[in-house]
């Protein structure tokens, strides 16, 4: 599908999101409590059909963080980036989309070991690189290890 | 029922116990330690345990040039270490909007599909270790060697070869190149029949193998599980065919897709794959076209300010990189959706209520690489 | 392509390795010491412990181009117990070293470790700004046998299980070989 209908359509589902396009993927940034209907959304209706989760990830801004979700349709490949933003550094929380999208569930036990986010209605959210009793979290841009890290 | 029969009885129905398939294991093809809950020798749940070999990959990233991170792509997924490489160059270069020449892509392509060969064939060697037969383990790594030296001629390296660089490739190709590739090719067009010969029909592979380990199309796609193990069970994923990169929209190839979607497919598919990747040098081997092998770069590489993404079709799987940047000479974020990670997800649902030996059998199938995993 | 080989008089007159050996065995002693350091130095059977790229070489090693199975390396072992020695070969991490320890532990004498690959040796091309990674295998065990590389060609893992021949060569039964102290 176009780009330019691919657009109105992200449009009429969400009018208050934010939506950039003419890079690479077209972006789209929604609210943390439009998130999961959102994609729901997108799964289900039959005009986009994004089935495909390729990639979940998150990024420190030092101020806040944003969790970017690249999804694709087997039917239509088209690709889309979805993102959310989190101002709460203390207790960084946000909607899984495990109950959608099956291949977030290892993806976003790698966010909460990395960056501490805790994903609310998660089947079995634990770490999973790092020990049980790690303190930190590694991928922040605060974060300090005298003991373990050589700098250069 | 009196106190005996009532013991007598006890110790015979079976109860659930859990075992450590440890990280220090020769089926587990690297340090994966899955936890098994076992009623008898029937598996009844599986909770991989990762992080044994997490060094940290993303974070150390976050300090180093983009030069300096293709070394370390190399050691993810260390068989197809050359793909890797290659998805970091073609992003950088998608940054800067640059065009390599035609010989650069020619032959990156070359040799990815030389890497995807030797990769299938170590996977091929291991696999029929796993299943028993140790003879498989020799005949693969006799191919392998030979690829091995058209690798070491050309780029220096045996394993690890560092041999694309955002720009182009960072020597020319040795004269002898086009001649060893085409007598490799010759060679092992004889020998890939020997492979169907030794285990694919073979009764007691395909025993252990037909209708284990069964996934549908439908929770393929819900679980991201590309690469050999997608296509087998229908989902057509292949990075190559659609959303094709280097010299890929010059050849003819087919994907290889099944619907059976078990074990014996997933291994069908990577022998097709070995096929096919032939079928892809013989079309490029003989046309690669004149030209610089390189195009002139700063030394000092910085990107624009943005976020980019660049899909490449690696031996297991679909791999991704994912580089935010803001301007400086090291990224700000970059990260790395490795295929095997993906992959992993699915091995619960694969191996409900098989027994402990078609586990092993199916993790081979699913052919896991663990640093690429944990990163 | 291939590496020079060395002489076979270059091979036994080792004078580096010879000023660990203290003299004054006795005729009878040295027999022996020599009958039994031949037996245990042609047959070290490894234990099966790959974690990263190192690993691979090492099975190409094993492999019927060069074949360790003339060095005596026959079998691999899939239980500690019954290994002589470890090839550490790959990163070794903070959450897998216990688990190192644990396996080194569980062998029985007299056992020896091979650090294969720079990151065994020192960390590697992990030393710097990396969270997770023990710098050095002999941080955790006491290493016999440094093989550089990154991966080390399978000939230079040949060449480090020789030097690992000639060290068990100069063993005698009369004193305990040099033990690190717990």
């Given at each position: 599908?176009?780009?330019?209908?691919?657009?109105?359509?992200?449009?009429?589902?969400?009018?208050?999101?934010?939506?950039?396009?003419?890079?690479?993927?077209?972006?789209?940034?929604?609210?943390?409590?439009?998130?999961?209907?959102?994609?729901?959304?997108?799964?289900?209706?039959?005009?986009?059909?994004?089935?495909?989760?390729?990639?979940?990830?998150?990024?420190?801004?030092?101020?806040?963080?944003?969790?970017?979700?690249?999804?694709?349709?087997?039917?239509?490949?088209?690709?889309?980036?979805?993102?959310?933003?989190?101002?709460?550094?203390?207790?960084?929380?946000?909607?899984?989309?495990c109950d959608i999208w099956n291949a977030a569930e290892f993806h976003e036990r790698e966010i909460f070991d990395l960056f501490g986010i805790k994903f609310t209605n998660h089947p079995d959210l634990r770490k999973i690189f790092l020990d049980n009793d790690w303190v930190g979290f590694p991928l922040r841009k605060d974060y300090v290890d005298p003991v373990n890290i050589v700098e250069r | 029922?009196?106190?005996?029969?009532?013991?007598?009885?006890?110790?015979?129905?079976?109860?659930?116990?859990?075992?450590?398939?440890?990280?220090?294991?020769?089926?587990?093809?690297?340090?994966?330690?899955?936890?098994?809950?076992?009623?008898?020798?029937?598996?009844?749940?599986?909770?991989?345990?990762?992080g044994y070999i997490h060094r940290g990959i993303e974070k150390m990233c976050e300090k180093m040039t983009y030069q300096q991170i293709i070394h370390l792509t190399d050691?993810?997924?260390?068989?197809?270490?050359?793909?890797?490489?290659?998805?970091?160059?073609?992003?950088?270069?998608?940054?800067?909007?640059?065009?390599?020449?035609?010989?650069?892509?020619?032959?990156?392509?070359?040799?990815?599909?030389?890497?995807?060969?030797?990769?299938?064939?170590?996977?091929w060697c291991a696999y029929g270790m796993d299943l028993g037969a140790?003879?498989?383990?020799?005949?693969?790594?006799?191919?392998?060697?030979?690829?091995?030296?058209?690798?070491?001629?050309?780029?220096?390296?045996?394993?690890?070869?560092?041999?694309?660089?955002?720009?182009?490739?960072?020597?020319?190709?040795?004269?002898?190149?086009?001649?060893?590739?085409?007598?490799?090719?010759?060679?092992?067009?004889?020998?890939?029949?020997?492979?169907?010969?030794?285990?694919?029909?073979?009764?007691?592979?395909?025993?252990?193998?037909?209708?284990?380990?069964?996934?549908?199309?439908?929770?393929?796609?819900?679980?991201?599980?590309?690469?050999?193990?997608?296509?087998?069970?229908?989902?057509?994923?292949?990075?190559?065919?659609?959303?094709?990169?280097?010299?890929?929209?010059?050849?003819?190839?087919?994907?290889?897709?099944?619907?059976?979607?078990?074990?014996f497919h997933r291994y069908k598919v990577r022998i097709a794959e070995m096929w096919e990747s032939m079928s892809i040098i013989e079309q490029?081997?003989?046309?690669?076209?004149?030209?610089?092998?390189?195009?002139?770069?700063?030394?000092v590489i910085k990107l624009p300010e943005g976020e980019y993404y660049q899909r490449v079709e690696a031996a297991r799987g679909e791999f991704g990189v994912y580089i935010v940047s803001d301007g400086n000479k090291t990224p700000f974020r970059m990260k790395f959706r490795s295929p095997n990670f993906c992959n992993l997800a699915p091995l619960h649902i694969l191996s409900i209520d098989q027994k402990i030996a078609d586990l092993v059998a199916i993790s081979g199938s699913l052919d896991f690489v663990i640093p690429d995993m944990d990163r | 392509?291939?590496?020079?080989?060395?002489?076979?008089?270059?091979?036994?007159?080792?004078?580096?390795?010879?000023?660990?050996?203290?003299?004054?065995?006795?005729?009878?002693?040295?027999?022996?010491?020599?009958?039994?350091?031949?037996?245990?130095?042609?047959?070290?059977?490894?234990?099966?412990?790959a974690t990263s790229c190192c690993g691979i070489e090492m099975m190409a090693t094993g492999g019927s181009r060069h074949d360790f199975a003339r060095f005596g390396i026959e079998v691999y072992r899939a239980s500690p117990r019954q290994a002589d020695v470890i090839v550490?070969?790959?990163?070794?991490t903070n959450k897998m070293a216990p688990v190192l320890k644990r396996l080194y532990d569980q062998m029985a004498e007299p056992k020896y470790v091979i650090a294969m690959g720079a990151c065994a040796i020192s960390g590697g091309p992990f030393y710097f700004n990396s969270y997770h990674v023990v710098r050095g295998v002999d941080h955790v065990v006491p290493v016999d046998v440094y093989v550089p590389g990154c991966p080390p060609r399978p000939e230079a893992l040949l060449?480090?299980?020789?030097?690992?021949?000639?060290?068990?060569?100069?063993?005698?039964?009369?004193?305990?070989?040099?033990?690190?102290?717990?």
């Open positions: 599908m176009e780009i330019d209908k691919l657009l109105e359509l992200v449009k009429s589902y969400q009018p208050e999101a934010e939506i950039v396009s003419g890079k690479q993927f077209l972006t789209v940034t929604v609210d943390k409590k439009n998130l999961h209907q959102f994609a729901k959304q997108l799964k289900e209706s039959d005009e986009t059909r994004f089935d495909y989760l390729f990639c979940q990830s998150a990024v420190d801004y030092n101020d806040h963080f944003v969790v970017v979700c690249h999804i694709d349709s087997t039917k239509y490949r088209h690709q889309l980036v979805l993102k959310t933003k989190i101002t709460d550094r203390e207790n960084p929380e946000i909607d899984s989309l | 029922m009196n106190m005996e029969e009532a013991n007598i009885q006890s110790l015979i129905e079976e109860q659930e116990f859990t075992i450590n398939m440890g990280p220090q294991h020769p089926s587990t093809h690297g340090v994966l330690r899955l936890i098994l809950k076992l009623q008898g020798e029937m598996v009844r749940e599986v909770k991989p345990q990762l050691r993810l997924d260390y068989f197809s270490a050359h793909i890797l490489n290659e998805a970091v160059c073609l992003n950088v270069e998608r940054a800067l909007e640059i065009e390599v020449p035609d010989r650069v892509k020619y032959v990156r392509t070359i040799l990815d599909e030389l890497n995807r060969l030797a990769s299938h064939q170590l996977w140790l003879t498989t383990f020799f005949y693969g790594l006799r191919d392998r060697e030979k690829i091995l030296d058209i690798f070491e001629e050309t780029c220096g390296a045996r394993l690890l070869f560092s041999f694309n660089v955002p720009g182009g490739l960072m020597y020319d190709i040795h004269p002898n190149f086009q001649k060893r590739i085409k007598e490799f090719i010759k060679y092992f067009r004889k020998k890939l029949p020997e492979y169907d010969a030794l285990l694919t029909g073979n009764p007691i592979m395909q025993e252990r193998t037909i209708g284990i380990g069964y996934i549908s199309k439908e929770d393929a796609i819900n679980y991201g599980l590309t690469g050999p193990p997608g296509r087998a069970s229908g989902f057509s994923c292949d990075v190559r065919a659609h959303q094709p990169y280097s010299a890929y929209p010059f050849v003819k190839f087919n994907e290889a897709l099944f619907t059976e979607g078990d074990t490029l081997v003989d046309n690669i076209p004149e030209g610089d092998y390189s195009v002139k770069m700063k030394p | 392509m291939g590496i020079k080989s060395m002489k076979d008089q270059d091979f036994r007159d080792n004078e580096t390795l010879d000023q660990f050996k203290k003299s004054g065995s006795g005729i009878l002693l040295s027999t022996v010491d020599a009958l039994i350091n031949w037996g245990r130095s042609n047959s070290v059977w490894p234990l099966t412990f550490v070969a790959g990163t070794i060449f480090g299980v020789m030097q690992l021949q000639r060290k068990i060569k100069l063993e005698t039964i009369g004193k305990k070989r040099n033990k690190v102290k717990e």
